[in-house]
């Protein structure tokens, strides 16, 4: 990558002013041994929601699927080249319980998200089961990570999520690449936000904070927009989580302390069961008409465009 600040999606550096109209956060493919039988693993269902985003006016999608939960970035390369849709994928490692332990060990974390940044990621993932589907990724393409994804716990960060998120710091230190932090349930943000940018110096705008809707504390969420962090607004296809109906009071809330370029939208589809329900395009069909109604034109083209292009740029 040269010195301007370009958006690394899995075709190579782009531009960030053509990055586009862009699902923030989202997930294409992803395996946890914690969802048995929910995996998405479907490229061509994958396909068709791409598709269906983009005939709905979308054109990027950010994969936060990290390390070692069946990125399928073979997958991720064809598919943007099928469909003209830039995809960001992830290197990050999430929560402990979504790994065997001994998927874990001996990890040198720090110098495989640099390495996941800055080289084509290898076929077969140390810390993902050998199954046909990633030994298929040796005959193809193979893209690179643009962002670093990890994970905090419920209310608190345990000694994983410190180990994590001490790597990515220096990861991010390395190469610029910005970070997107998992909030369990919505919570931890303050936590999260003393440590990457307190104790381990990380600038508060190269932080995605994602899932803060999931615990409607508007005070927490002013203050987390307040550090100059991203807040990701994210998860109208998570069927049971209490994710839209203060969805709105809470962008009113942001907006009017003045962070609305500190917000983004994004799907977080996470299961097969939830795939399309309501899906990707949901944001742009409907969240996007009702944002220009209650806020105008301005503050869609900031959360779906000029704010995304912004936080995932880095030299």
């Known amino acids: 990558m040269s010195g301007k600040p370009a ?20 997930h294409l493919f992803m395996r946890s041994r914690l969802l048995p039988g929910q995996e998405l693993d479907d490229p061509a269902a994958a396909e068709a929601e791409l598709r ?32 003209g849709i830039h995809l960001v994928a ?15 060990r001996d990890l040198d974390l720090a110098r495989l998200f640099v390495a996941e940044l800055t080289e084509p990621i290898a076929p077969i993932e140390p810390a993902e089961p050998a199954d046909p589907a990633d030994r298929a990724e040796a005959a193809g393409p193979l893209g690179r990570a643009g962002l670093i994804k990890v994970a905090g716990g419920y209310h608190g960060l345990d000694r994983h999520a410190r180990w994590t998120m001490t790597a990515a710091a220096e990861a991010h230190h390395a190469t610029g690449a910005p970070i997107a932090v998992h909030h369990e349930l919505g919570t931890s943000a303050l936590d999260v936000l003393d440590l990457l940018c307190g ?4 600038p508060p ?63 977080d589809t996470t ?16 969240l996007r008409p009702r944002l220009v109604r209650e806020f105008g034109p301005e503050l869609p083209e900031l959360v779906f465009r000029a704010n995304p292009a912004r936080v995932l740029a880095f030299a």
């Open 205 to 267: 705008h190269r932080v995605i904070l994602g899932h803060l809707n999931r615990f409607p504390d508007l005070r927490l969420q002013r203050q987390a927009a307040e550090s100059g962090a991203y807040v990701a607004l994210d998860g109208p296809s998570r069927i049971n989580h209490a994710t839209d109906h203060h969805l709105f009071d809470t962008l009113a809330a942001l907006t009017e302390a003045g962070h609305a370029e500190r917000l983004l939208l994004g799907g």
């Open 90 to 104: 992830a290197t990050g490692l999430h929560q402990t319980a979504h790994y065997a332990p001994e998927r874990l």
């Open 7 to 26: 958006v690394r999606t899995v075709l190579g550096d782009l531009d960030p002013a053509e990055l586009g109209v862009c699902d923030a956060h989202d």
């Open 52 to 83: 269906a985003f983009a005939a709905a006016g979308g054109q990027a999608v950010v994969q936060w699927t990290p390390h070692g939960m069946g990125r399928r970035l073979r997958d991720l390369v064809v598919l943007s080249r099928t469909t």
């Open 199 to 202: 104790r381990l110096g990380v």
């Open 271 to 286: 299961t097969s069961a939830a795939r399309g329900n309501p899906g990707m395009p949901y944001l742009l069909t409907a």
